[in-house]
């Protein structure tokens, strides 16, 4: 079966596709204004939170400005702590916004260390705000979110995590470890398309937001907070992927969230342990830390990545993906979140067991 | 028939419903490629611009968010012409972003007046850029767009233009008349569901955009125009709305441009004869400058919005909406654009022809 193994936008349940047919509806009329308190109750639910949750019409990068316009002011010193590209690409947001950014970059393949991260705060008491990655989707790796968070929390700063690509799929209770603001993106874990960013935002955060002085309109999170109190958004939603996340969500809640963490967490280590099984590397070094949703996988000597992605396209309809920034051209990574069983995985690992060694690969 | 009679979200038709049931697929992969130029492409036919057309995932204001923060620095001169809600939300943004906002508002029910225009541009030697809007969706008012252009042209300003409402559906050949940054919505004419914007960048636009200094990440348009360079987007995009995109602009491409236009007037027209046959009194004041998209008329004496449309709902399944800032409580409005035929327009009377007199209206 053809298999869309991307780490987003991941492949729709056929319950979600069905929905996405459904005619369209008044966004500022009762039966909107019901979608997206359920939608809302269930993305609450699923960060483990009893912050506003606000739903935004954008991508997940849309999400992350979002959080730097509303928290931050220009020249506010802040921790950026990257362990990939999508950690890169936040202090860049950070960057362009004004922001004194204090970057911390841990090595391809590696978790943040709390310990650095102590130091860092340590050395620099004027920092207003630290912003984490729950999962960095470029090396496969998952932070430690919980011990991070911990030590973030001594020094009482604002955390800022970008959880894109792993809220909803690995567990991070959003209030048990005090994450101020947690970004989600609707086509992750989540089982609907791109198009949405979801934005928790905790008392402490709100604070912040009442003295950040950088300009905002489009992703004014107070203006998303007031049109939520009537059940309706600033500006017009992306009302399709509010059905999708109708049925998903409900889905999601069905399973449970313990089962979809673990269902997630069997299905990457089958991953990984196929990978092995192959002779493959992972860029992730410690298993302790390998990410449920993507695994990045070094390739083998000689095996060029286009072609190999060609041939898994051409000869089994199975869409893997490249490495991205310093990891382009020397890794493929399988996405393994939202809509996914160990049967996916299963034939993902044998059609590359057909492919490479095709390719001459000779584990 | 079920109607959803507002200026957006509009109803898609059947074939657009299909599509958006499609799985998803890879938005760096060679299918979305090729469904990205040919929406490009024919937003450029319908635009009437050999401008660049970017795609942004996000609501219409976005796009205003986008041009603004694209074209302009903080302290720049901007005239913020106004001839309702959308005119004054697009000032706001200006505001929002630090420009020196110079605003020139018009009577309820009016277009703006070239002259006056003109004055306010040899009034304010240093003003940089001017904003108007095509089509006022709050009053049904639409600009002689062809006329300010000219005159704002003599002063050789930019011109950034909202056509979220118009644009698709009322012609505009944006090259012909000169609009530098032109905005549209996916939920307006164009049959599509809402979640994205496109803005058209004219070569003059871009010497702006390397001069302008705002702050600027998400939606940056430089960026935005390397990805679509190699036929993507640079955040992951709102991918079924741009299978919708595919067959909805297909769609108008065969009806024929003219002919979607002459349909539009058509059906505006019938619309504001049908509301002044009932002896009511549409906002806008001349009949020249009336919306082809959406007619905004004043509720009659003693008739409660909100009663009326309840009745509309509950006893025809049509839906209209009610007045935003000064005009809510005091008209109702009616959106005839996209996917809309002149027996729709007739139907939503037919059905007022029932509600108004039991609601106690008399002509």
Redesign the interface.
Known sequence: M?Q?R?P?????PPEV??I??????????AEFHGMLTAVTNNLKAIFQTKNDMLIL??????GM?AATVNMLS?GDKVLSVSIGVFGDRFA??LA???TNVVKLSFEMGKAADPEVVRKSLKDNPDIKAVVITQNETSTGVTNDVQALAKVIKEFDKLIIMDGISGLGSINCPVDEWGIDIAIG?S?KGWMA???MAFVSVSPKAWEYYAKAK?????WDLGKAKQFLAKEEN????????IYALTVSLDMLMKEGLQNVFDRHAKIGKLCRESAKAMGLKTVVTDDKYASNTVTSIYLPTGIDYKAMSKNMRDEFKI?I?GGQGALDGKIFRIGHLGYVSEQDIKECWQALGVILPKMGYKK
């Open positions: 053809a869309l991307i987003g936008p991941t492949p729709l596709l069905a996405m047919g459904k005619q369209m509806i008044n966004h500022r009329g019409t954008g991508s997940g990068t849309g400005e220009p860049s947001i362009a916004f004004g993106g086509q398309p791109p198009g950088m300009s905002r309109f489009y600033p500006w017009t939603p992306a009302v399709n992927i869409t993906t």
